[in-house]
């Protein structure tokens, strides 16, 4: 009688021979060991897909084969398919729902996809005893932090405070605790409705009117700054604030403070001394004081947010709110870009125009876009998580004392003199303010300025 059994192809350097092509029995069809030996064969050559396939049907025959469960989690770790991985963690967990790793791995899986509320099952049973293992505990808080899960992040302060103990600098999962805290200290729908509140006033700007203050401002050569705040900055403000400070202890502002800064200037704001950041946050908090335009997060971002909630809430509450001061949306730069492409109307023919940023050839570009007398590139660092995106100096060693060097030799050619500024986190901020103070006007251009180089 013929063999109900098939054949399996393998190809390329086997025992017998090189590039010699042969044939292995197929499994029993109704033998799952069979099946998994099959696909031990196939995977020894070179033949993951079907030794993929090979597991699934020792595994479908047989649900507990540990075995089969090892091979195809080893075989789908190789590819770059979550979803594939995600259903293999869930198979191998069905039959051993205690394994601890396997638990943090498919937590890890599902946060990477952003499903935090499908991870906090498997990370919640296994973030005390693994801890910073595989990221457990850091998944763990940021899905709680993610998901508005504040009065569990706060249960868990005495762990985290045992593990800070042991961390040189800046303990991360602290910056989630903190969110936690400052969000609990917050009518969620009071802040909510009293900046939809201020959304609905005249403070609050559309673009054609921000259009319409810069141009007048250019026009009659008026000193004026126009800032941004965005979900980073709100961090900053947070760890300069003295509200905060009545919220925070010292080392969750530290973690608030740490969770942008080496994104920004690629070292722990810790190494710069208290002198230096007592400073920029003078200059900071002067320059938004001082500002005739703050851009920032809105009432739906608020409405919107978990974790970025109480840094938000408690950036808002910090604002000064001076008479003549405007608030406008957080994108406004792009928005007045998109209504007049390069704020040509606004720049052409200007007799100066200076470019303070990270792409030291956009002064001369626009120059030319826009027939501008004289234009001045001034070059700085771009942020530092994202060097590739800069043309202008290194990050590496421009703190403090280049910046210093930026900032005092700021100088303003006549009153009204146009600068449009991007610098990473506060120090835009800070370059608006003094280019403001000397009489000139400010223009924080944030990421617009890559856009620009780029087109």
């Not at 191998?92 to 099952?121: H, I, K, W, Y």
């Amino acid at each position: 009688m013929p063999s109900d059994r098939q054949h399996v192809v393998v190809a390329g350097l086997n025992q017998d021979g090189p590039g010699i092509v042969r044939t292995i029995p197929a499994a029993d069809p109704t033998d799952p060991e069979g099946w998994l030996r099959l696909a031990e064969e196939l995977e020894r050559n070179g033949q993951p897909a079907a030794s993929l396939e090979a597991c699934g049907r020792a595994i479908a025959l047989w649900p507990d084969i540990g075995p089969a469960h090892a091979l195809q989690l080893r075989l789908v770790r190789q590819q770059d398919d979550p979803q594939a991985l995600e259903a293999a963690l869930r198979a191998s967990l069905a039959t051993r729902p205690d394994d601890l790793a396997m638990n943090s791995e498919l937590g890890a899986v599902l946060s990477r996809q952003g499903e935090f509320v499908a991870a906090l099952p498997f990370l919640r049973k296994t973030a005390a005893i693994l801890q910073h293992e595989n990221d457990t505990l850091w998944n763990y808080t940021t899905a709680l932090a993610v998901t508005g899960g504040f009065h569990e992040l706060m249960s868990n302060q005495p762990l985290l405070d045992r593990l800070a103990e042991g961390h040189a600098g800046a303990y991360p999962p602290l910056a989630h605790l903190a969110a936690a805290k400052l969000s609990l200290t917050r009518d969620r729908e009071a802040t909510v409705g009293a900046v939809a509140k201020l959304e609905a006033s005249p403070e609050w700007l559309r673009t054609e009117t921000v259009l319409g203050r810069l141009g007048k401002a250019i026009a009659t050569r008026e000193p004026f700054s126009l800032v941004r705040l965005d979900y980073a900055l709100a961090r900053f403000c947070c760890s300069i604030s003295p509200s905060a400070h009545r919220v925070l202890r010292r080392q969750e502002l530290s973690a608030v403070l740490g969770s942008v800064w080496e994104d920004w200037f690629g070292a722990p704001a810790e190494t710069l001394g208290v002198l230096f950041l007592s400073r920029l946050e003078l200059l900071f908090t002067s320059a938004i004081e001082g500002a005739d335009v703050i851009s920032l997060p809105g009432a739906a971002q608020l409405r919107a947010e978990q974790y970025n909630f109480g840094f938000l809430a408690e950036m808002w509450s910090s604002l000064p709110r001076r008479i003549g001061q405007a608030f406008t949306d957080q994108d406004i730069a792009s928005l007045m870009h998109e209504s007049v492409p390069f704020l040509r109307p606004l720049l052409s023919g200007l007799p100066f125009l200076a470019v303070l940023g990270p792409h030291p050839a956009l002064a001369a570009r626009l120059g030319h876009f826009c027939g501008i007398g004289e234009t001045r590139a001034i070059a700085v660092p771009g942020e530092a998580s994202h060097p590739a995106l800069s043309d202008g100096p290194s990050m590496a060693g421009y703190l403090p004392e280049l910046h210093q060097q930026v900032l005092d030799g700021i100088a303003v050619p006549f009153p009204g003199a146009v600068f449009l500024v991007s610098a990473p986190g506060p120090l835009a901020i800070a370059y608006c303010g003094r280019i403001k103070a000397l009489g000139g006007i400010g223009v924080d251009i944030g990421v617009l300025a890559d856009r620009w180089v780029r087109q």
